[in-house]
């Protein structure tokens, strides 16, 4: 089993800059590619960006491409998602999840999520 912890949710201006973490338990972390999704209110939860074992490439949503940067530490077994020129539209929970897929972007094809942290775009 797969322990995921969110951290690092709030309220921000827009334009401003926020980073989320996610720690985890399995001392298999490294093994597993990390993603990011996010879910607004009366939405379906959507890929944000994701990152394989070896953080040697990174893929995102273009909704949020060369804004957001999704990285990784595995010797921390932690999962970072730093959110620049963040907007309105950018207000969701934001979950972290682990999948044993490589280049896996939908949902389904994540088997561990954290419980989510709030992300709040509002002057």
């Known amino acids: 089993q797969v322990q995921l912890v969110e951290s690092g949710g709030g309220l921000v201006q827009p334009g401003g800059s926020l980073r989320l973490s996610c720690a985890s338990s399995a001392r298999t972390f490294s093994s597993y590619t990390m993603g990011w999704f996010r879910q607004a209110p009366g939405k379906e939860r959507e890929f944000v960006a994701a990152i394989p074992w070896s953080g040697g490439y990174t893929y995102y949503a273009d909704l949020v491409k060369g804004r957001f940067t999704i990285s990784r530490d595995n010797a921390k077994n932690t999962l970072y998602l730093q959110m620049n020129s963040v907007k309105a539209e950018d207000t969701a929970v934001y979950y972290c999840?682990?999948?044993?897929?490589?280049?896996?972007?939908?949902?389904?094809?994540?088997?561990?999520w954290g419980q989510g942290t709030q992300v709040t775009v509002s002057s």
């Open positions: 999840s682990a999948s044993g897929r490589v280049g896996a972007r939908t949902p389904r094809e994540y088997d561990y």
